[in-house]
């Protein structure tokens, strides 16, 4: 069983950066790849990055596009996002999770997902 842990959210302005962290443990060997998604109130899930454990590939949102760094240290097990010029919009709680397996079909679903964390609150004000 995998765990993750998010951590790094927070209240920032428009134009700010911040950084958001992901720790995982136990059956990391397991891992295809991680990701990062958000959810803002009174909407669904959605896809925001997502990289292979061990090649390193990178898929990103369009909305994130050219903002949004995520990287990752498999050595550490640790996944990080890198986010810049932050927009209202990405208000949201960004959960990091864990996948054994995806596709290039597959990789911005949520159930391809399997290992979630708790989430982590980022709100940036106009």
């Known amino acids: 069983q995998v765990q993750v842990v998010e951590s790094g959210g927070g209240l920032v302005q428009t134009g700010d950066s911040l950084r958001l962290s992901c720790s995982a443990s136990g059956g990391t060997s397991r891992i295809y790849g991680m990701g990062w998604f958000r959810q803002a109130p009174g909407k669904e899930r959605e896809f925001v990055s997502t990289?292979?454990?061990?090649?390193?590939?990178?898929y990103y949102a369009d909305s994130v596009k050219g903002r949004f760094t995520i990287s990752r240290d498999n050595i550490k097990n640790t996944l990080d996002l890198q986010m810049n010029n932050l927009r209202p919009e990405d208000t949201a709680v960004y959960y990091c999770?864990?996948?054994?397996?995806?596709?290039?079909?597959?990789?911005?679903?949520?159930?391809?997902?399997?290992?979630w964390g708790q989430g982590t609150q980022v709100t940036v004000s106009s």
């Open positions: 999770a864990a996948s054994t397996y995806y596709t290039e079909r597959t990789y911005s679903s949520p159930p391809t997902y399997h290992y």
């Open positions: 990289i292979t454990w061990f090649g390193g590939v990178t």
